[in-house]
């Protein structure tokens, strides 16, 4: 089949990558000059399943912006709109109780399938990027510990491997860590636990390029028009002025960009960006960095290794301005840095080089992706991924080009289905 992918994000990039290697003709419509320049750009590089967990029991709360306390939650930027207020009621309310624990089973297997389905592609395309083993959510104390237990109950029930470690076993893995800050364990995710989610886009991007897939960048699609065959028309702007091209289907990973493109057709997304917050910076002393990765369970903020540089990545934020980074947001990852590995990287001086970065993570009020076809015949979907955008990205990826060639998926999608929005 003639398919085009809209967005050249890792979600769009990895979608390509499987559809052309299932032997369709596939194009790639990106808006940006290049790939993973949006949310996918400075991701904290997470990929084990079970990292998206509510460690806490607290991520379904809504928080004002000067609100400190235990555990991670939603963060107000200001006060919500109006029309904004339905939105967080809904996804408070999805983050509480069985339907909490429902959408985190989902979750968890899509992630475990996806980690299974990264590994593959790396090793079968022999790519050469950043990547650990393993990682690590750190308890600061026996609280802690106790809040986290529905949570390993729940990842014992999805099969997710992992093992309890006390404060010294920690320390043997990562020897690295604060002596001045109180540990009272871990819980150890076993698997790739890190992986460069940009360095792997640009390598999938040429793997896939490879094979006869087309990337147009600086390309923007602007309408979608359904026709009485069963194909679309993909109307897009380039340098040459809009251009009509008609398509056997076509599959939207444009993130939050999707709400304008679909509305027309009369697809509503319930999207909303939600702002997360990353810095990276170059080691300083290997000694004093991470191995691999860790997660703070208390504040949601992870530290990774990648090369030779750390990526401090957290914070869900409703209601930031784009391209205005928080600095409360930001203050808490440099805090939970100089927690854990204090001196691990160059801040200052003439060798000092630190990325501050800001990126608009598209969300539903349900906490779970669209993946899979729409009403509107041809029209496909694979967004709303929200945090677990890159861990998620190779298997929802797989899945969505299975389905597409009428195969049976190796994980389900029934939770991720868009017609439990009506789409």
């Keep these: 089949m003639k398919l085009a992918v809209v967005g050249a994000g890792v979600a769009g990039t990895t979608t390509a990558y499987e559809l052309t290697l299932d032997g369709h ?32 029991g607290t991520q379904a709360h809504i928080r004002m912006p000067w609100a400190n306390g235990r555990g991670d939650g ?39 399938y996806s980690q299974q389905r990264q590994q593959s592609i790396t090793n079968e395309l022999e790519l050469d990027h950043d990547r650990s083993q393993g990682m690590l959510v750190l308890w600061r104390d026996a609280r802690d510990a106790e809040l986290a237990q529905p949570t390993l109950a729940l990842l014992r029930e999805s099969g997710i491997a992992f093992k309890q470690l006390d404060s010294a076993q920690v320390r043997a893995l990562e020897p690295a860590l604060s002596a001045d800050t109180p540990l009272h364990g871990a819980v150890e995710l076993g ?5 460069n989610c940009r360095e792997f886009a640009l390598l999938l991007r040429a793997a896939a390029q490879a094979q006869g897939c087309r990337f147009e960048f600086d390309s923007r699609a602007v309408s979608m028009t359904p026709r009485s065959d069963g194909h679309v028309d993909i109307t897009h702007e380039a340098g040459a002025g809009p251009q009509t091209e008609k398509f056997d289907a076509v599959v939207v990973c444009a993130g939050e960009f999707s ?3 679909l509305q027309p057709l009369g697809l509503r997304l319930p999207l909303r960006a939600v702002h997360g917050h990353s810095l990276s910076a170059a080691v300083r002393e290997p000694l004093d960095a991470p191995l691999s990765a860790v997660l703070d369970a208390r504040s949601g ?40 590995f204090p001196g691990a990287v160059r801040l200052g001086g003439p060798r000092g080089s ?38 998620a990205a190779c298997g929802s990826a797989r899945a969505l080009a299975d389905r597409l060639q009428g195969r ?10 868009p017609q439990r929005f009506g789409l």
């Design 25 to 56: 003709e596939v194009k790639v419509f990106e808006r940006r000059s290049t790939i993973a320049e949006e949310a996918s750009f400075a991701t904290g590089a997470l990929v084990s399943p079970g990292w998206t967990s509510d460690w806490t």
């Design 74 to 112: 939603l963060r107000l930027a200001g006060l919500p709109g109006f029309r904004e207020w339905p939105w967080l009621w809904q996804w408070r309310q999805a983050g509480q109780g069985d339907r909490a624990v429902l959408a985190q089973g989902h979750l968890h297997q899509l992630l475990r």
């Design 191 to 195: 698997g790739e636990g890190v992986a």
């Design 259 to 261: 709400t304008t493109l």
């Design 301 to 340: 903020i992870s530290i990774a290794r990648l090369g030779q540089r750390v990526r401090v990545a957290g914070g869900h934020e409703f209601g930031s301005t784009p391209g205005q980074m928080s600095k409360p947001s930001l203050a808490r990852l440099y805090q939970a840095l100089d927690d854990w």
């Design 354 to 391: 630190i990325q501050e970065w800001q990126g608009a993570q598209a969300c539903l009020p349900d906490g779970l992706a669209l993946i899979g076809p729409t009403r509107v015949p041809g029209l496909w979907l694979n967004l709303g991924h929200g945090a677990s955008g890159w861990s």
């Design 408 to 417: 049976e998926p190796d994980v389900n999608l029934v939770g991720f289905s």
